[in-house]
């Protein structure tokens, strides 16, 4: 009952920056975990940003001092600002969510498996 919509994926040089977007709709609450992954040609997807109830939030080490994750609970919307961009960030970025019974939610989880609700994705290419 619940979409993701992700936007802003696009090529860009490397150092550059890009701002992603994912719009949540229908049975969905700000409450829930939410959580970026991306998925490059040849590898697995790998979470990349996650964000709880709380706003904590938790980053792989391959993007932490580069990428930040925030949301406007207001209008059920994601981000994912990513700067000094190198072409190993190269992939299908994805937008994720879990419900937990739609509860509350302090899980910053980086396991695919622990997420319901997943967006199509929103390619970035980063070149030298």
């Known amino acids: 009952q619940v979409q993701l919509v992700e936007s802003g994926g696009g090529s860009v040089e490397a150092g550059g920056s890009l701002r992603l977007t994912c719009v949540a709709s229908?049975?969905?609450?700000?409450?829930?975990?939410m959580a970026w992954f991306r998925q490059a040609p040849g590898k697995e997807r790998e979470a990349i940003a996650v964000?709880?109830?709380?706003?904590?939030?938790n980053y792989a080490d391959s993007v932490q001092g580069r990428f930040t994750v925030s949301k406007d609970k207001a209008k059920n919307t994601l981000f994912l600002q990513m700067g000094s961009l190198k072409p190993e960030d190269t992939a299908m970025y994805y937008c994720?969510?879990?419900?937990?019974?739609?509860?509350?939610?302090?899980?910053?989880?980086?396991?695919?498996?622990?997420?319901?609700?997943w967006g199509q994705g929103t390619q970035v290419t980063a070149s030298s």
């Open positions: 964000i709880d109830s709380a706003d904590k939030t």
């Open positions: 994720a969510a879990r419900s937990d019974g739609g509860g509350y939610c302090y899980n910053l989880s980086f396991q695919e498996s622990d997420y319901t609700y």
């Open positions: 229908g049975d969905f609450y700000s409450r829930y975990c």
